[in-house]
């Protein structure tokens, strides 16, 4: 119980941090890129292309949380945990694979 709160607090925390364009620097792609491609990049375009599909990830996961400690069926609990750990794998790909471009520029 208390590491599903953990994981979904922790994946909502990025998110919010991805949106604002604070937390790039945790993108693979972002960080690898020269210091010169990434002055002419809006931080804030970039970050919203990664945090927003993963605060819909969250949103789904505190779906399936509320489902594990709130459904009697110990078959839909068991549903549940798994969709909230293919998520988990989900949101981190998201970050992974996402392709900054050229569309993000300032």
């Given amino acids: 119980m208390i590491g599903s ?3 979904v607090a922790l994946m909502t925390v990025l998110s919010i941090l991805l949106i604002s364009g604070k937390a790039l620097n945790m993108v ?3 960080r690898s890129l020269p210091d010169k491609v990434k ?6 375009k970039v970050g919203r292309k990664l945090g927003i599909p993963m605060l819909i990830v969250d949103i789904v996961m505190v779906i399936f949380f509320l489902i594990v400690f709130l459904s009697d069926s110990e078959k839909l609990q068991g549903y549940a945990v798994y ?3 293919f998520l988990v794998v989900v949101s981190l790909a998201i970050i992974d694979m ?3 471009t050229g569309k993000d520029k300032k």
């Fill in 39 to 44: 002055k002419t990049l809006d931080p804030k």
């Fill in 83 to 85: 969709g909230m750990m």
């Fill in 5 to 7: 709160i953990v994981v």
């Fill in 98 to 100: 996402v392709n900054i």
């Fill in 28 to 30: 693979p792609g972002y």
